[in-house]
Every structure is written in C-alpha cells, then in structure tokens.
C-alpha cells in the first residue's frame, strides 16, 4: 500500500439504467477498501464520442476518491466494479456503447505508462465530459502531464475549439 493520495475517476454509461448504474458504481467504489469517496460531480448527459455510430448518449460523473492502492491496484478495484455492473472487458467495444465504464484519470501526480495503465488518462486532456464535472468538485484542480495543465484552462480551450 502507498501513502493516500486523491485520484480522479471518470464514470460513464449508456446502456440500460444509466443513473442508477453510476450511483451504483460510486457505492461500489466507496465499499472497497483502500478507496474512500471525497466528492462526487453532478451528472452530466453528453453525446457519445469516436468510431461507433449510433448509440446512446451518454451519462457521466467524475468521482474523487482518496486512496492508498497503488495506480495498477486502483485500475484493478475499477475494473471489478465495472465487472460487477454488467461490463464484459473481453467484448467491449472500443468507443462502443456499455452499461459502465470506470476511467482512472489521475492517481495525485503520477506520470507512467506501464503495464496497461497511463496516467494522466490519455485522452482528460480532450473530454468536456471529464474535465468539466472536475472542476466542479475541484476549481484549482490540474491534470498533470505532457498534456496538463489548470483544468479550468484546459476545459476553455475546448470550449474555444468549437466556437
């Protein structure tokens, strides 16, 4: 076990009885141990994003947590929660619709790319959809990284991207 740092979780869910499975997913997360929930975001309904065409929008929530698992341990506890909820790793689809998806997207200010796992997420630096529930919980929160940076500065670049 490492020293308890805060990380970022990233949920999301398009299939089936999508509120309830988030709620659902963060009890999950706060029932296992080495996790403690901090703060959970407003749920926020957004068009699914990628190469899989017509599917459900999405519903998302970004989760604070305090814990002492170490990166690979947490990606594990996330991956057991999705299982627990319906998700089947060996035939999701990538980008494809799912009853859930936990997304480790920070681990405090852990920078790796190892054995499946890269931290920050690679793609929090691109997703309203992360880092605008994020600054809700956290209005001084930075992603770190090559692709970091103050979330709320990152969030408006998006922002002046589709203007």
Do not use: C, Y
């Amino acid at each position: 076990m490492s020293p308890a740092v805060e990380a970022v979780l990233a949920l999301g869910a398009n299939v089936g009885h999508r509120a309830a499975t988030l709620n659902a997913a963060v009890g999950a997360l706060a029932a296992t141990d080495g996790i403690t929930v901090e703060a959970v975001s407003t749920i926020v309904e957004t068009a699914p994003v990628g190469t899989v065409p017509d599917q459900p929008d999405f519903l998302n929530a970004v989760v604070l947590v305090r814990t002492d698992l170490d990166p690979h341990a947490l990606l594990a506890a996330a991956h057991a929660v999705e299982a627990a909820l319906g998700l089947d790793r060996s035939t999701k689809v990538p980008d494809g619709p799912r009853p859930i998806d936990v997304d480790v997207v920070t681990v405090g200010h852990t920078v790796l790319e190892e054995d499946g796992l890269v931290l920050p997420h690679p793609r929090a630096h691109e997703r309203d959809f992360v880092l605008g529930p994020w600054l809700e919980l956290d209005p001084d929160a930075v992603l770190p990284g090559p692709h970091g940076g103050r979330v709320a500065d990152l969030l408006g670049r998006l922002g002046e991207g589709t203007a």
